[in-house]
């Protein structure tokens, strides 16, 4: 109950459980993103120091094809994390959830944001071969 009152606008067990499920949402983010962010890089720096040549979608190497799916894996994780957090109604009067969502949310959106620029150097990599 203390913890309770600690955490909240006003002590509200309603507000508690949604403050929880915002922080596990977003911790679950977290530690999937650092579990992964650092092979994920380490894979994309390998594929680009091997100046892969030009290639068509169709018929997309299978190095270049591991990229792809790793980047469509880590995005659908936090799509999902930030649909989840979308799912979560917090009343007016629970000032302390609003902003632990709001929070929650852009965190998520950053995490994106950094699997997407890590692609990014993939694509222009990509782009760049066929010039």
């Given amino acids: ?11 509200d067990p309603e507000e508690y459980a949604l403050i929880l499920r915002i ?5 679950k983010s977290r530690d999937f993103v650092e579990e992964h962010q650092p092979k994920y890089e380490q894979e994309v720096e390998s594929y680009l120091a091997s100046k892969p ?3 068509v979608m169709a018929a997309m190497p299978p190095a270049r094809k ?5 980047h469509g894996m880590l995005s659908e994780l936090l799509l999902q994390a930030l649909l989840a957090l979308d799912g979560v109604t917090c009343k007016p009067e629970f000032e302390v959830a609003r902003v632990k969502r ?4 852009k965190e998520t959106q950053r995490l994106l944001d950094a699997m997407d620029a890590i692609h990014a150097r993939v694509k222009e990599s990509d782009r760049l071969a066929r010039l």
């Fill in 53 to 55: 040549a030009p290639f």
């Fill in 1 to 11: 109950p203390e913890q309770i009152k600690e955490m909240t606008t006003n002590g």
């Fill in 23 to 27: 922080t596990n949402s977003l911790q």
């Fill in 66 to 70: 591991k990229l792809h799916d790793y």
């Fill in 102 to 105: 709001r929070e929650a949310v």
